[in-house]
């Protein structure tokens, strides 16, 4: 999904955690990039088919069920929230996914993608969280941290 001025979070003005602590309402809409990206993928993959000699099983989903899309947080891909960049007017942590602001807060997740493909992030996680691992034991023997 590409990143949209529609799909945001805020504090929900009206609803508190058990600590009284507001909590996060999001926002979510697709654009038409996604939709066309759905599209071509289910246009894509039924030629496939087809041409190897096979029948696709369904209809081919229209634009108002979204191409096969899934609703917003349905799936458990999504990510984003915690910007990474190197300039602190525009990001959240750094490329090392220290936060700019809080030089002993990391954020070791999927929160720091920008945007994100179709396809699981788990190994990039998974990475990001070891480079952030090794930086924060360097920082410590450095003392910096």
């Not at 979510?28 to 030629?47: G, L, P, S, V």
């Not at 990039?124 to 941290?145: F, H, M, P, V």
């Amino acid at each position: 999904m590409i990143p949209n001025d529609d799909s945001y979070c805020e504090l929900d003005p009206n609803t508190v955690d058990r600590f009284g602590i507001p909590v996060l309402r999001f926002h979510w809409k697709f654009a038409d990039y996604e939709y066309n990206q759905a599209k071509h993928m289910q246009e894509t993959f039924r030629a496939l088919i087809v041409e190897m000699g096979g029948t696709p099983t369904s209809t081919m989903p229209t634009r108002e069920a979204g191409y096969g899309l899934a609703a917003g947080g349905t799936i458990i891909h999504e990510l984003g929230g915690v910007r990474m960049g190197s300039d602190p007017k525009a990001s959240v942590v750094n490329g090392n996914c220290q936060a700019h602001d809080v030089k002993n807060l990391f954020v070791a997740d999927g929160s720091p993608f920008v945007s994100q493909a179709d396809k699981n992030p788990t190994w990039t996680i998974l990475a990001l969280s070891w480079r952030t691992s090794d930086y924060i034991a360097q920082q410590r023997k450095a003392g910096a941290i």
